[in-house]
């Protein structure tokens, strides 16, 4: 079992977004410092789908980023690091592993319900099982946290811990822990870099209509058609959760564009390949015109729409967020052609 008082020599660092920010910060602890928007870059985190067919709370699930666990095992495998994963059925069994870990001085990264955690302000607190964090030590029967998206480290009593980890519904955690086994003493990060570029590329052009450019537009074309199908009221309801999943889970839709850029200028300094920088400011202009969607979206959820704000002004900035990514992403792919 862990000692009653366990504080392991962990730097916590705020980040954007949960999955990246606790991937640099695993890494970075484990000798092979890592900003945030690299690990978000080389575990090709970008990403777009709106799935009609799967309901979060009862609404279709609107992704903007790619799925819970992903990011930190391409970073892993494109940087030649072995991360271990485990799940559990048992709640009980599954805080003893963590406990085990922690005296053993391996911090653990951790998937948790965001609903569960007290240190969230009720505000906050909603249904959403994709959150992660790094647990680094224990103070009686608090755990401490490094949990990215906070200022500084929090606790959590071990109770909370253990409903957050096991929270039901859609992407239940199931109690997954995981960290890293191997690390290489210097990684080489141009293929790195290549290879989670080359992922996001194929993510965003791809011909699945759901997902990428093409998923941006499906939602467009859905959503002029909301008010009359659905109803004023229902149409609100469906704009809302799009929001909600854009600026309260991670850092949302525009968040997401704005970190993949800062990774595209991080690397092209790293490559010393100016355009790779060029491309990551076009690619700002999309994630402000993914905030714009937002404001206005969230003026005609609140029945306060200014001049001009409707379902069919929300499509065509819709319509343009994708112009400006497929515009970013063909670049790219040009780019990896090309590139030595």
């Not at 505000?123 to 490094?146: M, P, Q, T």
């Not at 400011?281 to 993914?290: H, I, K, Q, S, V």
Request: proline share 7%; hydrophobic share 45%; net charge positive.
């Amino acid at each position: 079992m862990v000692p009653v008082n366990l504080e392991l020599d962990f730097q916590h660092r705020q980040a954007a977004h949960c999955e990246s920010g606790v991937a640099a910060n695993l890494v970075s602890h484990g000798g092979i410092p890592l900003s945030e928007p690299m690990a978000f870059g080389v575990g090709a985190g970008i990403f777009f789908g709106y799935f009609p067919f799967i309901r979060l709370n009862g609404l279709p699930l609107v992704t903007y980023r790619v799925a819970s666990g992903r990011i930190i095992k391409r970073l892993a495998g494109n940087l030649g690091i072995r991360v271990w994963e485990q799940s559990f059925r048992n709640p009980e069994r599954a805080m003893k592993a963590l406990d085990d870990l922690l005296a053993r001085g391996i911090p653990v990264g951790l998937q948790t319900g965001v609903f569960w955690l007290p240190y969230f302000p009720k505000a906050y607190r909603f249904h959403f099982n994709g959150h992660n964090l790094v647990v680094y030590g224990k103070r009686g029967d608090d755990y401490l946290i490094s949990d990215p998206v906070f200022p500084g480290p929090v606790s959590c009593p071990a109770q909370d811990l253990q409903r957050a980890r096991f929270a039901a519904g859609a992407l239940a955690p199931k109690g997954r822990m995981y960290g890293l086994e191997f690390r290489p003493e210097k990684p080489d990060f141009r293929p790195a870099i290549m290879a989670g570029i080359r992922v996001a590329v194929r993510g965003m052009l791809q011909p699945f209509p759901l997902t990428g450019v093409r998923g941006i537009r499906f939602l467009a074309r859905r959503l002029k058609r909301w008010p009359r199908r659905l109803g004023p009221q229902r149409a609100a309801l469906h704009l809302g959760h799009v929001v909600r999943m854009q600026e309260e889970i991670g850092t949302g839709g525009g968040g997401f564009r704005f970190l993949y850029a800062d990774f595209l200028r991080e690397a092209g300094e790293l490559l010393g390949h100016e355009p790779l920088a060029a491309v990551g400011r076009e690619l700002t202009a999309a994630g402000d015109r993914w905030r714009d969607f937002a404001v206005m979206a969230a003026r005609i959820c609140k029945g306060r729409p200014g001049a001009g704000d409707d379902y069919q002004a929300l499509a065509a900035g819709l319509e343009q967020c994708a112009a400006l990514e497929e515009q970013v992403f063909r670049r790219l792919r040009f780019m990896l052609g090309t590139m030595p």
